[in-house]
């Protein structure tokens, strides 16, 4: 029988492809630029030291079957504070819906579903660009996809008039998605007066915000800092949606641990969503796995390791910082004609480096460095040891 006759390939994820690419090339000195997670001054995966330490103390003490509802909850509320911040009114007076998730991913697609669920026939406006599966995401859920102005690519910075033409024009009541801190992928983040601004006319078109958080800490190495966005939503009494994700700032990328929260306008409300939040994860996949939500639960609530995991995002982020000037100081120092100093005002863990398609292939044909097509470098891959290598190929194909 021919069940499956008229399935067709799927197109591949530009990242993959770039993976693939690099794994399969002999060159002993070639560099992936396409990788989203942190790896240290040597190139390596980096697990921080206290999740080392959760994990032994884990090992020791913990009793894996404890109750999983209270452990979850836990995990929400310290995730939460995280985000809201540890006194906001949310948090004290309990105003939020909240849920494990598979990963930003997954907190992500719940979110979609529950739209979807609820707001039939919405749309979620994306910022132009974004991370490229946050199209996937809520094309799955079948909810129609615009786009709003975002990157400015003549400045390399934020186009914000155009932003703010957009969310004025937008229907009232619009979904708009948002990255809070170290935008994926063009590192370019809006100012917190500039958010001010944002989340003021978002309250003149009662417009929705969802906040996608990837990468908390990544932008200042300051988890309060880089959550201002939220919390100047927060001030003007917005009802918002947020994404978290510990892959990044916890290294936990295999762990998929994440949390979708809302916002609601009551005790009662908080928990008639989370009921429905529940039953759409709990029909998709049940619940995550209790490891990882356990590993970030005791981090989180153990002051001596939340203060270590604090010293070690600002480790992560500082050592990405000194990399970025880094590889502008090397194409300056090489007289590069072009002007660099986006490489130092973007920030978080992405580069858009305004290198063109072309540009990109050349850097693969000829000196073996990998990177979508887009040019957006992971600065978290650049090292003190290929950071000259990969100024001079840049340089090379720019001149
Ligand atoms: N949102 C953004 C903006 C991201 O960049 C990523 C990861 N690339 C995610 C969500 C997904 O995170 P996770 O790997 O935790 O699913």
Not at 54 to 65: G, T, V
Not at 104 to 121: D, I, M, S, V
Not at 359 to 387: C, W
Request: aromatic letters at 10%; charged letters at 20%.
């Amino acid at each position: 029988r021919g069940w499956w006759n008229h399935v067709i390939p799927a197109p591949k994820d530009p990242i993959v492809s770039v993976n693939e690419a690099f794994l399969a090339d002999p060159f002993p000195h070639k560099i992936n630029l396409g990788v989203g997670t942190y790896r240290d001054d040597d190139g390596k995966p980096f697990i921080p030291r206290c999740v080392r330490e959760a994990e032994a103390k884990m090992e020791r003490s913990i009793d894996r079957n404890s109750n999983s509802s209270a452990v979850t909850s836990k995990f929400v509320l310290e995730s939460v504070k995280l985000a809201y911040g540890n006194d906001s009114y949310v948090v004290r007076e309990g105003l939020f819906a909240g849920v494990p998730a598979l990963s930003g991913t997954g907190a992500c697609r719940l979110f979609a579903e529950f739209q979807r669920h609820f707001y039939p026939h919405s749309q979620i406006y994306l910022p132009d660009p974004t991370w490229s599966n946050h199209h996937n995401i809520w094309g799955q859920a079948q909810l129609p996809i615009k786009t709003f102005h975002y990157y400015n690519p003549d400045t390399k910075g934020l186009d914000f008039a155009a932003l703010i033409h957009d969310v004025k024009n937008a229907p009232d009541c619009s979904f708009f998605l948002l990255h809070p801190c170290a935008h994926n992928p063009t590192g370019v983040d809006p100012t917190e007066e500039q958010w001010r601004e944002i989340s003021y006319q978002f309250k003149v078109k009662n417009h929705f915000p969802f906040f996608d958080m990837a990468y908390q800490g990544f932008s200042t190495g300051d988890l309060d800092k880089d959550a201002v966005a939220l919390r100047i939503f927060l001030e003007d009494e917005h009802l918002i949606g947020c994404a978290q994700t510990f892959a990044k700032n916890m290294g936990l990328f295999g762990h998929k641990v994440g949390c979708l929260s809302v916002v609601c306008q009551d005790i009662k409300q908080a928990a008639t969503v989370k009921s429905q939040l529940q039953k759409i994860a709990h029909s998709m996949y049940s619940s995550p796995h209790i490891h990882g939500i356990l590993l970030v639960t005791m981090i989180l609530s153990d002051p001596d390791m939340k203060t270590l995991w604090r010293k070690e995002i600002n480790v992560m982020a500082k050592r990405i910082q000194t990399m970025r000037s880094s590889l502008r100081q090397s194409l300056e120092n090489l007289d590069s004609s072009f002007n660099w100093e986006h490489i130092t005002t973007q920030g978080g863990m992405f580069c858009f480096s305004g290198l063109t398609a072309d540009q990109v292939k050349l850097l693969e044909k000829l000196f073996h460095i990998y990177m979508t097509p887009d040019g957006r470098i992971s600065m978290a891959a650049v090292t003190t040891s290929n950071v000259k290598y990969l100024a001079n190929a840049i340089h090379h194909v720019t001149r």
